[in-house]
């Protein structure tokens, strides 16, 4: 197994966890971009979301709802919070297993794009 994400999830690399439950797991962003920079991966790997099906209702929706539950346990929603993923290489994926970035923890979080 080549992903780094998937040795986080096997704890084979070892890492903070933040939030887990039976479908997701969050961690601290190793390169962060903001003062709160978390990801959130399912534990199953997929790829992107090219590669998700009907069937995945419940990865997705996990995912969101620790995003949800992760900005409300650090206070990102008195500023608000920025949750991006990015979905191949012209968007900037670096790890080709699917996983959101919660963003947050300053007032302003810049523009979303850069010119």
């Known amino acids: 197994m080549s992903c780094i ?3 986080i999830v096997s704890k ?3 890492t903070k966890i933040i939030y887990e ?3 997701v797991l969050a961690f601290n962003d190793i390169n962060p971009m903001a003062p709160e920079h978390i ?3 399912p534990k199953r790997h997929i ?3 090219d ?3 009907s069937n995945d209702k419940d990865i997705t929706s996990s995912m969101f709802e620790a995003a949800r539950e992760i900005a409300n346990v650090r206070n990102l929603s008195e500023y608000g ?4 993923i990015n979905n191949g290489k012209a968007a900037g994926q670096e790890v080709f297993h699917l996983h959101l970035h919660i963003l947050g923890g300053k007032e302003k979080l810049g ?3 850069a010119k």
């Open 81 to 84: 919070y920025r949750v991006i």
């Open 39 to 41: 990801l959130v991966i």
């Open 51 to 53: 590669d998700l099906s």
């Open 12 to 14: 084979e690399i070892p």
């Open 5 to 7: 994400f998937c040795k």
């Open 111 to 113: 523009p979303m794009l």
């Open 21 to 23: 439950n039976e479908t």
């Open 47 to 49: 790829e992107s979301i």
